[in-house]
């Protein structure tokens, strides 16, 4: 655990992270007067707070999930807002669209709160559905570690999407279509940016097409996707399927036919996880920094005091004091994926006729 200290910028409490001295909260999971949201995901935004400030590139996709109707300001990267004597900008995480890093000042301290983050031992690669991930000087940074294990290594992202590519063009080859889960926000944009189009059509499941649509109007570019409806059967066929993973086992898939069924998550990278998944192919495929991305971006920020949120809190910290640095964790609700596909079955309970 991290122990507060008189001048901490960030503190543990029951609703979440808490920020004393500006009076507000950053990705709060019981509702507040006032919450900063690294990004539109249902572990880290949820409804129900008075007001919202999250970045502008974010917008669409969290007014989507929140509703269009929510008290949000809207910052700009690196734009400064300050509120009760504290300064705070937002700065690229890349993770998904939107997804920013908490940049706090105040009496000469900066403190930066991560969010979640993507990077990998690939130092030239980036996620191409947002804008890259940008180290932030600061005193104390508050990372998460989803795949803060030695074993979570990236492959180079060209190489997998060539094994996507050619287990596509096998199914549609044989007359089956190919069926993708991964989460409706974020993956699935992730999955349609890197894919060769020229294969076959592509569908996607109706709780991803309405993110598909604040991607597309916030300038990133993704192929043509249809509904299951538009296309005749023998198109379905040679179809890409891109879902969420709670479209397995479902009636929706029956539309489809033979097909042959994948999953993309960075957990497809533990031995046994795809048995678990009970599907014919796994691709190692995360949103999330892998070991050496998390040592790469921790390092980057020159900060001698890290708090480790989710994932695997006790290797991290570990490893950091081992490096000499002050360390510890913050017991948190983020990083449950129950939380999301929980929410991607209320969007396609919404859409159940799809």
């Known amino acids: 655990m991290a122990q507060d200290t008189p001048k901490d910028l960030v503190v543990e409490r029951p609703q979440g992270l808490y920020c004393p001295p500006g009076d507000f909260y950053i990705d709060p999971w019981q509702p507040v007067e006032r919450a900063v949201i690294t990004h539109a995901h249902a572990d880290h935004a949820r409804r129900g707070h008075g007001h919202y400030l999250a970045s502008a590139e974010g917008e669409g996709v969290l007014r989507a999930r929140m509703g269009a109707d929510i008290d949000l300001q809207a910052l700009p990267w690196g734009q400064v807002v300050e509120h009760h004597g504290v300064r705070i900008s937002l700065h690229p995480a890349g993770h998904v669209l939107g997804s920013a890093q908490i940049r706090l000042e105040h009496q000469g301290q900066v403190w930066v709160v991560s969010g979640d983050y993507w990077a990998s031992g690939h130092v030239d690669e980036a996620n191409p559905t947002c804008t890259p991930f940008e180290p932030v000087r600061c005193h104390c940074f508050i990372t998460e570690s989803t795949f803060g294990l030695p074993i979570y290594r990236w492959q180079p992202q060209a190489a997998l999407f060539a094994g996507i590519n050619a287990w596509w063009a096998e199914n549609a080859a044989a ?180």
């Open 175 to 354: 007359g089956r279509a190919s069926v993708l889960m991964g989460y409706a926000f974020g993956k699935a944009q992730r999955l349609l940016a890197g894919v060769d189009a020229s294969i076959g059509p592509i569908v996607v499941h109706g709780a991803v097409e309405p993110l598909n649509a604040a991607y597309r109007a916030a300038g990133v570019a993704l192929p043509p996707t249809h509904h299951v409806t538009a296309l005749p059967k023998e198109a379905l066929r040679r179809a890409l399927v891109v879902a969420p993973p709670s479209v397995a086992g479902s009636p929706w898939l029956r539309r489809f036919g033979e097909a042959s069924d994948a999953f993309a998550s960075g957990w497809m990278a533990l031995r046994g996880a795809r048995r678990r998944r009970g599907v014919d192919r796994g691709f190692v495929l995360s949103d999330h920094a892998d070991w050496p991305g998390l040592q790469r971006c921790i390092a980057a920020t020159g900060a001698q005091r890290v708090i480790v949120t989710h994932g695997y809190e006790a290797v991290m910290v570990r490893w950091l004091l081992e490096q000499g640095y002050e360390a510890g964790a913050f017991r948190t609700e983020y990083g449950d994926e129950a939380i999301e596909t929980e929410a991607a079955g209320q969007q396609e309970g919404l859409s159940a006729e799809e």
